[in-house]
């Protein structure tokens, strides 16, 4: 296919509450979606990385430059035939993996709706039915985070993850535990923490977490390999993980028993696969993150939670969890509890509501040849 026209639109999306983690609290998600239009039919892409770049160094403004000055003139006008092929024109320029994600899922979008296959089926999922967990940040206080709980307990949530950071550490967890013995959960640290934490780390051994994720620095391996040498819980990576070689070469030193894979984090579904397949290779589960994304980036993750390498219940939210009113549609909703069926339109299956685009966009450009 012939790229003709790449639109962006940098968008703002008010949360229904603050979203608060060991990266700083929120209300309000800066992300970036592209319209990519080739043989008389168009993709819908998603990157949102945020405002600020707390999580990774990208943020929604550097997604939005990269991709209207730098990356998507490499693309115009060209015959890309392939994710490698568009991975390809893109690959003399180093890092700004969330900015190459943007145009790599509106690709896979394009490129399943031309087949006219569901995107699931064009990535070689197996089941559309998905199992999803559900997270809490830091809230108020511990008997707030128990009481919420409780419910997505009853609602028949499978795994629950815990945002976890300094002061909203192991007596958090230890009260968790004492509640709900049974329950699957695990905790997320956001790279909160060094090496110095290691007694705190042994200390979360007795609680039988299913896993701790990214408790270390955002770009490390190697002292989450000494941390995973020292500790019985699985380490997670997930900021870690920003390419296919990354995956690699963690898994080659130790530094994890699990990874998160998140479109964004890697530079789009192309890579997101090579993700899966490396990790696959080495018996390595994985996991789809995500990144509070409308349901478009949902839709896309939920397509890749029906790869067989995907073996933990994913970070997929039904859109009322964050939104009032999802920025696309349809919006993400359960198919039962703790589940999600990928949608068998062709494509991702979802797109911008024309009206609530217009009402969240802060910066559009639209680039031809
Ligand atoms: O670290 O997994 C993360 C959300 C935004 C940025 C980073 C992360 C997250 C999540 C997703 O934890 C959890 C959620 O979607 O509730
Ligand atoms: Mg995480």
């Known amino acids: 296919m012939r790229i003709e026209c790449i639109e962006l639109y940098r968008v703002a999306m008010p949360l229904v509450y603050p979203f608060r983690t060991a990266f700083g609290d929120d209300d309000t998600i800066e992300s970036v979606l592209v319209c990519m239009r080739a043989a008389g039919d168009y993709g819908w892409g998603e990157s949102a990385p945020w405002r600020y770049p707390a999580y990774s160094p990208e943020c929604a403004a550097t997604v939005l430059l990269m991709v209207r000055d730098v990356l998507a003139p490499l693309l115009l006008g060209k015959d890309v035939g392939s994710g490698e092929a568009l991975q390809g024109l893109l690959s003399g320029i180093k890092g700004n993996q969330f900015a190459k994600a943007a145009l790599d899922l509106a690709w896979w979008d394009l490129h399943a709706k031309l087949s006219g296959e569901p995107l699931w089926r064009a990535l070689g999922g197996r089941d559309p039915l998905v199992d999803v967990g559900a997270d809490f940040g830091v809230m108020e206080s511990v008997g707030l985070l128990l009481d919420t709980m409780d419910r997505a307990v009853r609602d028949g949530y499978k795994r629950v993850k815990l945002k976890y950071r300094p002061g909203w550490d192991l007596d958090m967890v230890a009260a968790v535990r004492e509640r709900f013995p049974d329950l699957t959960v695990h905790v997320d640290c956001n790279s909160a923490y060094t090496l110095d934490a290691l007694a705190m780390f042994r200390q979360l051994d007795a609680y039988g977490l299913a896993m701790i994720e990214q408790p270390l620095a955002h770009d490390d391996l190697v002292d989450h390999?000494?941390?995973?040498?020292?500790?019985?819980?699985p380490v997670c990576l997930d900021e870690s993980i920003t390419s296919a070689d990354k995956a690699r070469k963690a898994i080659q030193i130790g530094a994890c028993r699990w990874v998160n894979v998140k479109p964004g984090r890697v530079g789009g579904i192309t890579?997101?696969?090579?993700?899966?397949?490396?990790?696959?290779?080495?018996?390595?589960p994985c996991w789809i993150g995500g990144m509070l994304e409308s349901a478009v980036g949902a839709s896309h993750c939920l397509a890749l939670a029906t790869l067989p390498n995907v073996k933990y219940p994913s970070d997929i939210f039904p859109s009322a969890r964050f939104y009032e009113r999802d920025l696309a549609r349809p919006p993400m909703v359960h198919s039962g509890p703790s589940q999600f069926r990928a949608s068998d339109a062709p494509g991702a299956g979802a797109e911008p509501d024309p009206e609530m685009l217009e009402r969240c966009t802060l910066e559009r450009a639209e680039l031809r040849p």
């Open 225 to 233: 390999a000494t941390l995973q040498a020292e500790i019985e819980t």
């Open 271 to 284: 890579n997101a696969l090579a993700v899966h397949d490396v990790c696959a290779e080495a018996g390595v």
